[in-house]
């Protein structure tokens, strides 16, 4: 097992930026790099935040980041619809070779669903995948109250699906939903995301259901059966939280 750490990421986001929403203490500084070096792990989703949305990543200053590989947000999280970041991702990866994927946050709302047809990510991965010399991959992030929704035409298109389970409850079910999304992305490549905080619920994870959604990950990463696991994020790994130690002992045994 001694290679499953090169596979796991940490969603890195601005520091502080969870603050303004989920009920967490304290003060968060850790920068996406600070966070890399934090968990020892060398992947780093570059991921801004619904009120970043006009900030270029051509100005990011954690594009510096001692990481191996690089995936920056084509659609940042929330709701609305911005602008999609197609042009600053393809420019930074141009000259960037650590760059190999653009993810869109969030993407199942009404708004973004309406704007985002099945032809338009379909654009978007022929963008990623033709415009240089090499092919870079469309990422999605789906959670488990959006496998009801009419998403497969949409999920099935990208190349790889994100999984996330929103609400710390939820996590007892994770096999299960598993079983749905790979259904729903027709047994398409998969990541699992992976929270140190009860984002759902805006308090913290129970030491059992951290327990749980590590032991799920390290069996499915064990078998190969997921691409990965993503870490969310720097933004809580300073705050105090036990799920950040349980997990910082876990990594130490992958």
């Known amino acids: 097992m ?12 601005t520091p502080g930026a969870h603050h303004f929403d989920y009920n967490l203490p304290g003060v968060n500084k850790m920068t996406p790099s600070e966070g890399l070096s934090f968990f020892g792990i ?37 709701g609305a619809v911005p602008e999609p970041d197609m042009a600053p991702i393809l420019e930074i990866a141009k000259n960037e070779p650590r760059v190999v994927s653009a993810v869109m946050d969030d993407f199942v709302s009404a708004a973004r669903m309406e ?47 994100s999984f996330w389970i929103w609400k710390g409850e939820n996590l007892v079910n994770q096999k299960e939903y598993i079983k749905q ?18 984002y759902g619920n805006k308090q913290q994870l129970t030491d059992d259901q951290m327990y749980r959604q590590l032991d799920l990950v390290g069996e499915k990463l064990a078998t190969g059966e997921i691409e990965g ?26």
């Open 229 to 254: 696991a993503i870490l969310c994020s720097n933004c809580v790994a300073d705050l105090g939280f036990s799920t950040v130690d349980i997990t910082l002992n876990w990594l130490d045994k992958l």
């Open 115 to 161: 704007v985002f047809t099945p032809e338009v990510l379909e654009g978007f991965k022929a963008q990623l995948h033709n415009t240089l010399d090499r092919p870079l991959e469309l990422w999605s992030v789906i959670y488990e109250n959006d496998l009801e929704k009419p998403i497969a035409e949409r999920a099935r298109i990208f190349d790889v699906t």
């Open 42 to 78: 060398s992947n780093l989703c570059r991921v801004k935040m619904a009120r970043e949305a006009e900030k270029s990543f051509l100005m990011d200053p954690w594009l510096g980041a001692p990481a191996k590989k690089l995936c920056l947000s084509l659609i940042g999280s929330g």
């Open 181 to 198: 999304i790979r259904q729903i992305n027709d047994n398409g490549r998969l990541m699992l995301g992976v929270y140190l905080y009860d």
């Open 2 to 13: 001694a290679n499953l750490r090169d596979k796991i990421w940490l969603w890195g986001q």
